[in-house]
């Protein structure tokens, strides 16, 4: 079974401009959550979707924004960027139904976003 | 709002020798769900071993074990027999009873030394 798969693996950007992360869950998995790591801030929770509807959301700018697609493909969108959007953006899949200890978090490889 | 402590942010442990990785956390649900990843240097996130707050026997995974104390809020790893390929940043996480919205602790990066 194919795992979570991210694309692209690294990104540089500019500050001012915008950018689009996608991230391909597990087979039969429904919810794609999003995450950004940092080495100060650590793992932060960016948003949750579910059967293409943001479940959760974390304490983020609206200039952070997701998306799920009827296949479960989820994008994460990151406009007017700023030099502290720098960070390791991870996806994670789950079934996203029952206990969560029988639906835990599978991540992706992660894209590293570089804001210059 | 929960929140996941890790106040150990760098240990080293010998090749085939324990060690015990901390974790605290504070919440106010009588039920939850506990979990430790692993990120090795490669940077992919593997789960480690998961515990639910209902259940009170630790959780054991191989050469894994979990020290779960929930009325103090700890939730300790411990790691047997460590190997080089150990080595990784290990995250304690939390998550409620709807699993939709995990909590990471800051991480504690844990070198093997051979």
């Known amino acids: 079974k194919a795992g979570v798969t991210q694309t692209p693996r690294y990104l540089i950007k500019t500050r001012g401009q915008q950018v689009t992360l996608s991230c391909s869950p597990i087979s039969g998995h429904r919810s794609v959550s999003w995450y950004q790591q940092t080495p100060g801030q650590g793992l932060q929770f960016l948003f949750e979707?579910?059967?293409?509807?943001?479940?959760n959301k974390g304490n983020f700018p609206g200039r952070f924004s997701g998306r799920q697609f009827s296949n479960s493909r989820s994008e994460m969108n990151v406009s007017t960027l700023e030099l502290g959007d720098s960070a390791l953006y991870l996806c994670?899949?789950?079934?996203?139904?029952?206990?969560?200890?029988?639906?835990?978090?599978?991540f992706g490889n992660g894209t590293r976003l570089t804001v210059t | 709002a929960q929140t996941v402590t890790q106040s150990q942010p760098e240990m080293s442990v010998q090749e085939a020798e324990t060690v015990t990785l901390s974790c605290t956390y504070d919440t106010s649900e009588n039920n939850y769900y506990l979990f430790w990843y692993k990120q090795p240097p490669s940077r992919q996130m593997i789960l480690v071993i998961r515990?639910?707050?209902?259940?009170?026997q630790n959780a054991t995974e191989n050469r894994f074990s979990v020290n779960f104390q929930k009325a103090a809020k700890s939730f300790s790893l411990k790691i047997s027999d460590s190997q080089l390929g150990d080595t990784a940043m290990y995250f304690c996480a939390f998550t409620d009873n709807y699993g939709q919205n995990f909590v990471f602790g800051p991480g504690t990066r844990l070198s093997v030394l051979p």
């Open positions: 979707y579910f059967s293409e509807t943001q479940r």
């Open positions: 994670a899949s789950s079934t996203g139904t029952g206990a969560p200890d029988n639906s835990p978090l599978h």
């Open positions: 515990q639910e707050a209902y259940k009170q």
